[in-house]
């Protein structure tokens, strides 16, 4: 037997499923494109389902206001749990890539390493640290096209019984 509050649920879910997609789309275009919208819209959805089952309508605050805050916090949450970075260093290389563009456009060109550290109040040691720290190396998919004959990575890639036999064969010749 399906209760009415069940009902009422379903009902809200598939009322506000058009928000979440929305919330999720809009997120997506300001992320790295190596995540997967179909994901991020996963998440969106467990973000309004509990929206749905938090939601005390005694507090005043409309429906939709909750639900955008608590699906937005969701991707968030699901953004921040996938990324191996630290958020602090995420943080450093936003405010090293902000001084960079501040000075480019106040020079007119790219700014030194000393132009730089002494925008950001650090030695050119420290801004040497903070930049390897900050570097994002490119996530790319073993599925993506290599070469412009459209040649999968992953067939350029030696399987894993290719090297065991390739340090096998030179091993042996040692």
């Not at 991020?40 to 939709?64: C, K, M, Y």
């Not at 206001?65 to 949450?77: K, T």
């Not at 953004?79 to 020079?107: F, I, N, T």
């Not at 992953?154 to 894993?160: D, G, I, K, M, T």
Request: aromatic share 4%.
């Amino acid at each position: 037997m399906v209760t009415t509050t069940a009902v009422v649920r379903d009902e809200m879910l598939n009322s506000h499923y058009p928000l979440a997609r929305k919330i999720a789309c809009r997120m997506y275009e300001e992320l790295p494109k190596t995540l997967d919208v179909d994901d991020l819209i996963h998440e969106a959805v467990l973000g309004l389902i509990e929206a749905i089952d938090r939601f005390d309508a005694e507090r005043g605050v409309p429906f939709q206001n909750y639900a955008r805050y608590r699906i937005r916090g969701a991707v968030v949450d699901a953004v921040r749990g996938e990324d191996w970075m630290p958020q602090s260093v995420r943080r450093k290389g936003k405010r090293l890539e902000r001084a960079r563009r501040h000075l480019a456009s106040r020079l007119g060109r790219e700014p030194s390493r000393e132009e730089l550290a002494a925008q950001l109040g650090l030695d050119v040691e420290e801004l040497h640290t903070l930049q390897d720290k900050a570097a994002v190396p490119q996530v790319l998919s073993l599925d993506a096209p290599a070469t412009d004959d459209g040649s999968l990575l992953c067939e350029l890639v030696p399987s894993a019984d290719d090297c065991f036999q390739i340090v096998e064969t030179r091993e042996v010749a040692v």
